[in-house]
């Protein structure tokens, strides 16, 4: 352990003279002589001086030691030792400092703190309040490294089997990566000379503090991106950083950062310096990328290579549906050999066609000739002589059927002195049991009625008035021929 004050072999102040001039400072204080007879001081007095003494004497150290015992408060401070081969101290972390450190500190990991002595005079123990902790050399990062990918391994966070392919063309790509240094320009001049793609660039910090979170933060914000919203969500998310040391690249070996590149939904490429630096991330990452230029050769393929292929693939095409269609034609045209001519195929068919119309010509020259002849017969029968001797036959007997209803009709009778009786409803009275019966009754004569009653028939009601006679109808149209009513 080294500490930036004189050797105690020096004339200079050293821890014991400095406490012993502490005392004798209490004693001029409290006004008594130093000795066997000054008065005792209290244990605070004492921490309170061994205090002073200690932060004055020590006010900024800087420590090597390996971390033992590490262990971090539910309120954000981080406590642990320094020690070595032959001593130990327990050092303090305040939770602002512990929040910006670039590294999870673990024990067995060597490491340089930088802070200041202080006591802690309830349990009368020192203690260093550290302001800044690093690894102590590559040696020490590189068994951090190995501790961290051994425990996030166990974890499934490497596992092939969760590797995802990437998207053949995407059509937009996100890169986590700093907007101002070489490695963006590098990976969209890229793109841009393979295949030119929609790129969206989350700027982050890759190294110092607050470089971890700022690149884990941008992981997961590509990754909650709903597909179809203001900003395209990537087919692909590439995590660039250019070379260096170990300790510049560490925070592409934090557990935030690889956690989120393996939690990611989207496929993830991980370009973390040269060919030959890596990082956890890249064992997170569905593929690793030696350089970031590499992985914007892996995010697409060549345009002109692609136009090439389809124009390869098209000629291909037509070729194989050229050949198909000659030998096709080949085939009909062979097959068309075996066929019979045309003309042997319709010959048949003509003589057909020709018979049925010579059979239909005679039919309907046939059926004219019989129509014809029952058309003439009909004719015959319709001669005008027949007709007329037809015509007074039919009114000489229409003539005599009429003198028979005019000999039948009674009103003929009644001209002649004749009457009808009949009863007060109209019905006809045929018999002097139905006239003494009916009582009141009318007698029609040719010109009237008169009403009258049966011997023993009450009084007789007035006479309506005669009805007139009715007119005979008009006789029908003939010789001779007279009413028929």
């Not at 007060?424 to 009258?452: H, I, K, N, Y």
């Amino acid at each position: 352990m080294s500490v930036p004050f004189p050797d105690p072999a020096s004339d200079d102040d050293t821890p014991a003279r400095l406490l012993a001039e502490g005392g004798a400072r209490d004693n001029q204080l409290s006004g008594s002589p130093s000795g066997d007879g000054a008065p005792a001081l209290s244990v605070s007095q004492l921490s309170a001086a061994i205090k002073r003494i200690v932060e004055d004497g020590f006010a900024r150290v800087r420590v090597r030691g390996e971390l033992s015992g590490t262990k971090r408060a539910a309120s954000g401070h981080f406590y642990g030792c320094l020690k070595d081969d032959n001593a130990l101290i327990d050092i303090v972390m305040w939770k602002g400092q512990a929040a910006r450190l670039a590294f999870r500190p673990e024990d067995g990991i060597e490491v340089i703190a930088t802070g200041r002595l202080t006591t802690y005079p309830g349990r009368s123990k020192y203690q260093l309040v550290v302001e800044s902790l690093e690894v102590a050399g590559e040696g020490a990062l590189m068994l951090l490294f190995e501790k961290l990918k051994a425990r996030l391994g166990a974890e499934g966070l490497f596992d092939q089997a969760k590797k995802r392919a990437l998207p053949f063309l995407p059509r937009t790509i996100g890169v986590v990566t700093s907007p101002t240094g070489a490695v963006i320009r590098d990976i969209l001049h890229r793109l841009a000379d393979r295949c030119p793609s929609h790129v969206i660039v989350w700027p982050v910090l890759v190294q110092g503090d607050g470089a971890a979170a700022q690149v884990a933060r941008a992981v997961r914000g590509f990754d909650s991106l709903a597909p179809g919203g203001p900003v395209p969500r990537p087919d692909l998310v590439i995590v660039a950083r250019g070379g260096g040391s170990i300790e510049d690249l560490w925070a592409f070996n934090e557990e935030v950062v690889v956690r989120a590149i393996a939690e990611c939904r989207i496929p993830t490429i991980s370009a973390v310096g040269h060919e030959t630096d890596v990082t956890l991330s890249d064992y997170a990452a569905d593929v690793r990328a030696p350089t970031p230029t590499a992985a914007a050769e892996m995010a697409v393929p060549v345009r002109s290579e692609l136009t090439g292929q389809l124009a390869t693939w098209n000629g291909r095409m037509t070729g194989a549906t050229n050949r198909h269609r000659a030998l096709a034609g080949e085939r009909l045209a062979a097959l068309a050999r075996h066929l019979p001519k045309r003309e042997a195929l319709y010959t048949p068919q003509r003589q057909r066609l020709d018979d049925a119309g010579d059979r239909l010509d005679r039919s309907q020259r046939h059926r004219l000739a019989v129509t014809s002849e029952r058309l003439a017969s009909r004719a015959a029968a319709l001669r005008p002589s027949l007709l007329a001797r037809r015509w007074d036959r039919d009114h000489a007997r229409l003539e005599g059927i009429a003198r028979l209803l005019a000999s039948l009709d009674p009103r003929a009778l009644l001209s002649r002195g004749y009457a009808m009786v009949r009863d007060a409803s109209g019905g006809l009275v045929t018999t002097a049991s139905a006239a003494r019966e009916a009582g009141l009754m009318r007698l029609q004569f040719a010109d009237g009625e008169v009403p009258v009653a049966a011997a023993d028939a009450p009084p007789t009601p007035p006479s309506p008035s005669p009805r007139p006679a009715r007119k005979p109808p008009p006789a029908p149209p003939g010789k001779g021929q007279g009413e028929l009513f």
